[in-house]
């Protein structure tokens, strides 16, 4: 079983910044994917961003360029820098993650709220 805890939501101006955090519950050497996906009520869960255990990233078109997905090894965590945010931005943001183990099985999050408003 895999837990995974984020944290730093909140609400923040457009044009803004913010940092999501998510701490797994074993190394995130185990992970072959760990990514940040989100959902804005009354949508469906979206990619936003993920980085295999090298260093490929891949980014949801609407966040190119203003957000970026990072990990930290020995603090074991991985971070979504958030920039130049949006009020379409706003959503819940989940972690998700998937072991080398079990490459087609999903962990998710309890999930963060992000909301963006002046």
């Known amino acids: 079983q895999v837990q995974l805890v984020e944290s730093g939501g909140g609400l923040v101006q457009p044009g803004g910044s913010l940092r999501l955090s998510c701490t797994p519950s074993?190394?995130?050497?185990?992970?072959?994917?760990m990514g940040w996906y989100r959902q804005a009520p009354g949508k469906e869960r979206e990619l936003v961003a993920t980085?295999?255990?090298?260093?490929?990233?891949n980014y949801g078109d609407s966040v190119k360029g203003r957000f970026t997905i990072s990990r930290h090894v020995a603090k074991n965590m991985v971070y979504l820098e958030m920039n130049s945010l949006k009020p379409e931005d706003t959503a819940i943001y989940y972690c998700?993650?998937?072991?080398?183990?079990?490459?087609?099985?999903?962990?998710w999050g309890q999930g963060t709220q992000v909301t963006i408003s002046s």
């Open positions: 998700n993650a998937r072991l080398y183990l079990t490459p087609d099985l999903d962990y």
């Open positions: 074993r190394s995130i050497l185990n992970f072959r994917v």
């Open positions: 980085r295999t255990s090298g260093t490929t990233t």
